[in-house]
């Protein structure tokens, strides 16, 4: 009898050449490097050398975050990624009313530049690749890190690193959003302008799925949903008159890795197609570039448990394993305590090995994609393939990415994804080993990571140390100036940068285009 995955598709028990039949390999999959590229953007992928091991990272004050960030290099991690604290997210100064108990919670605290400042003290900028997840205040972050680039004398064409940069899957999934669809689109637009001519090695956005995973999307519902917002991020490009291959080469991608490797597998090859094809096909992508879709992949936080946590350890290994099968340019895997706290140094460092194992232990960098051609692989690629063409024709169908967000489309579906799993979960269809079988009777103690909650009165220390101290008249002409091109047609980051140069704050920046945008409030019809 088969077995359903994921995503609700079938896993039959046994795959032949009879599921393949009338399959043209050079049409479904080309060579690695090539298109549609199925088997990986890249012809050599992880033989050369591997993947970018990125380790998520960032709590409390700049300054403990930097002292981490300092120890992961330590310890072999080749690119660092920013976890920043809600009032961040949602573009609040630490001393903001709705900013209080959420100060450096779940990532780092950063009100301005002398913040950032500290959180890169000591790092060459040029040495290291950066990732942000950031999203409504995106380009504020991008700005304040090419501000401390400067100050170490690192021009910004030497600069590399992603910034999240994708509001739309904040209107599905996460809720951090600050201004309605149609202007963070302008802002997003304005970012890819800002990047091409300013930081042109920037990955000026990274299309998250990952977060709707999180949220309970399977599979299919992840990566169809991530590509139509993707391509409501070209569509918005194109109208503001850019041409698709002077920015689409600076895309990338942000999956989940969950513990069911051959779906998983199935799907990053999926969307490598869809992505290609769409990129040719629609918008009439000439460079092959434009076509590729480069992915950054984070094992599934949703799936790790507070219940015997040790296990955590095991489960990230196999979906770290899955991503790395998958072909991802980078990895983040998580550390086996997060369903817990934050992170401790020794748990992010395990987290890092595991990597490094699979990397330089396992023989999966040997050869280029290992499942080419594999029965049930391409079997079960070409059904999430078709499952999520039908369901981005859907989204099409609701007018794209934002009309559907507008009637509450991705979000209802996927909180029915979400509910199916958690009845599933709750009457023991669904094992999660330790959770609903193969309890401890008392679960051993463990001693988790706390961050101190007189951070806030730091931070607020700070905000008010700097307003003190600087050309206030300086800093109302700039925020002046940012609203004045806000109300009008004109790139916003530059004035932007210098309202952050001048040591306007995070919150103002924001308050200042929330008075010419306004805030979103959602409209949900499903």
Not at 75 to 94: E, I, N, R
Not at 151 to 168: K, M, P
Not at 312 to 339: K, M, P, Y
Request: hydrophobic residues 40%; negative net charge.
């Amino acid at each position: 009898m088969a077995r359903e995955s994921e995503s609700r598709l079938p896993i039959e028990p046994v795959y032949g050449p009879q599921d393949l039949a009338g399959w043209d390999p050079a049409e479904k999959l080309g060579e690695p490097g090539s298109y549609p590229f199925t088997r990986g953007v890249y012809p050599s992928m992880y033989t050369g050398r591997p993947w970018t091991m990125r380790q998520y990272a960032g709590f409390g004050t700049a300054t403990e975050s930097n002292a981490r960030y300092r120890q992961l290099i330590a310890h072999g991690t080749t690119g660092l990624s920013v976890a920043f604290d809600l009032p961040t997210q949602m573009g609040h100064d630490s001393d903001a009313p709705l900013a209080h108990g959420e100060v450096g919670k779940v990532g780092v605290a950063i009100d301005s530049i002398d913040d950032m400042r500290v959180l890169f003290g000591g790092i060459p900028l040029h040495e290291v690749s950066t990732s942000m997840t950031i999203n409504a205040p995106a380009a504020l972050l991008l700005l304040l890190y090419q501000l401390v680039a400067e100050e170490q004398g690192v021009s910004a064409d030497r600069l590399t690193g992603t910034i999240q940069n994708d509001v739309l899957k904040e209107y599905i999934a996460r809720g951090t959003y600050i201004f309605p669809p149609g202007p963070s689109l302008r802002l997003t637009a304005d970012i890819f302008r800002y990047c091409r001519a300013e930081i042109p090695k920037w990955n000026t956005i990274s299309i998250s799925g990952y977060h709707m995973a999180e949220a309970g999307a399977s599979p299919v519902q992840e990566i169809a949903f991530t590509l139509e917002d993707g391509i409501e991020y070209v569509r918005t490009a194109v109208a503001a008159g850019m041409d698709v291959d002077d920015f689409a080469p600076r895309l990338s991608f942000f999956f989940v890795a969950r513990t069911t490797i051959l779906e998983e597998v199935a799907k990053f090859r999926a969307a490598r197609r869809i992505w290609a094809r769409v990129m040719r096909e629609e918008f009439g992508a000439k460079n092959p570039k434009s076509m590729m879709l480069r992915f950054h992949t984070q094992t599934a936080g949703v799936q790790l448990t507070a219940q015997q946590p040790e296990l955590n350890l095991v489960r990230v290994a196999v979906q770290g394993l899955g991503a790395v099968l998958g072909g991802t340019q980078s990895l983040h895997t998580n550390s086996f305590d997060e369903a817990i706290a934050l992170p401790t140094d020794k748990s992010a460092r395990l987290a890092l090995r595991t990597q490094q194992v699979l990397a330089y232990e396992t023989d999966v960098t040997a050869t280029v994609d290992p499942f080419a051609g594999s029965y049930v692989v391409e079997r079960m690629t070409d059904d999430v393939e078709a499952a999520a063409l039908d369901l981005m024709r859907k989204v099409e169908d609701l007018g794209g990415a934002v009309g559907a967000i507008e009637h509450g489309f991705q979000k209802a579906e996927i909180e029915r994804s979400a509910y199916r799993i958690a009845q599933k979960t709750d009457s023991g269809e669904r094992v999660v080993v330790g959770v609903n079988r193969f309890q401890l009777d008392e679960e051993e103690p463990y001693e988790p990571l706390r961050v101190d909650p007189a951070i806030e009165a730091q931070q607020a220390e700070r905000l008010a140390k700097l307003r003190a101290e600087r050309d206030q008249p300086a800093v109302d002409a700039a925020l002046a100036a940012l609203k004045q091109a806000a109300e009008g047609e004109g790139n916003v980051l530059y004035p932007m940068k210098e309202a952050l140069r001048a040591r306007a704050t995070v919150g103002e920046v924001c308050n200042a285009l929330r008075e010419v945008w306004g805030t979103y409030v959602p409209n949900n019809v499903f």
